[in-house]
T-cell receptor, first 113, second 112 residues
Framework: EPEVTQTPSHQVTQMGQEVILRCVPI?????FYWYRQILGQKVEFLVS????????KSEIFDDQFSVERPDGSNFTLKIRSTKLEDSAMYFC???????????FGQGTRLTVV | QKEVEQDPGPLSVPEGAIVSLNCTYS??????FMWYRQYSRKGPELLMY????GNKEDGRFTAQVDKSSKYISLFIRDSQPSDSATYLC????????????FGTGTKLQVIP
């Protein structure tokens, strides 16, 4: 069964460092998303991406965040200068069309120390 | 008022019981309603996806949406210990909006 894959599964970084989280969406999907879940809290939307541009973003997705689809398969989330409060699980998701169900990856646990 | 409210539980039931999980919401623009299951430190796994009001059944799972009351439910019949997880309700506006808004999740434990 097709699935969304994310790497790495766990990333530890020092405050102020840049991190890149990687995702390979399901191959025929066209819409891509990042969500995050701080430990013990709800899953929160960060950004959606379609046709090589951001289509929607939340207030969490500030200038420190960026997304990119560098090739035909990968979808990345970059955090430029990490803060302690960026520690969370980051989930990538994809959908085949605009209003179809989203499939989530297993997440990258980011720990900022 | 929170946009999506969900009782965090935990909810403990004996194996074989019928489980009822619920969410209320305040945004009348929500049109798409989902239930996800999430095991500890794993990604959300889609269980049910419905559009607008009505019922949808899939195996032991039934999703109900009542837009007039802004209330959605997930029923699990013949619950199994493997159903023990956190259940997240989620919803989305129609049109061009892609943001999915999640509830906080209800932790379910099915006791053998």
């Amino acid at each position: 069964e097709p699935e969304v894959t994310q790497t790495p599964s766990h990333q530890v970084t020092q405050m102020g460092q840049e991190v890149i989280l990687r995702c390979v969406p399901i191959s025929n999907h066209l819409y891509f998303y990042w969500y995050r879940q701080i430990l013990g809290q709800k899953v929160e939307f960060l950004v959606s991406f379609y046709n090589n541009e951001i289509s929607e973003k939340s207030e969490i997705f500030d200038d420190q965040f960026s997304v990119e689809r560098p090739d035909g398969s990968n979808f990345t989330l970059k955090i430029r200068s990490t803060k302690l409060e960026d520690s969370a699980m980051y989930f990538c998701a994809s959908t085949i069309a605009r209003n179809t169900e989203a499939f989530f990856g297993q997440g990258t646990r980011l720990t900022v120390v | 008022q929170k946009e999506v409210e969900q009782d965090p539980g935990p909810l403990s039931v004996p194996e074989g019981a019928i489980v009822s999980l619920n969410c209320t919401y305040s945004n009348s623009a929500f049109q798409y309603f989902m239930w996800y299951r999430q095991y500890s430190r794993k990604g959300p796994e889609l269980l049910m996806y419905t559009y607008s009001s009505g019922n949808k059944e899939d195996g032991r799972f039934t999703a109900q949406v009542d837009k007039s009351s802004k209330y959605i439910s997930l029923f699990i019949r013949d619950s199994q210990p493997s159903d023990s997880a956190t259940y997240l309700c989620a919803m989305k506006e129609g049109g061009g909006y892609q943001k999915v808004t999640f509830g906080t999740g209800t932790k379910l434990q099915v006791i053998p």
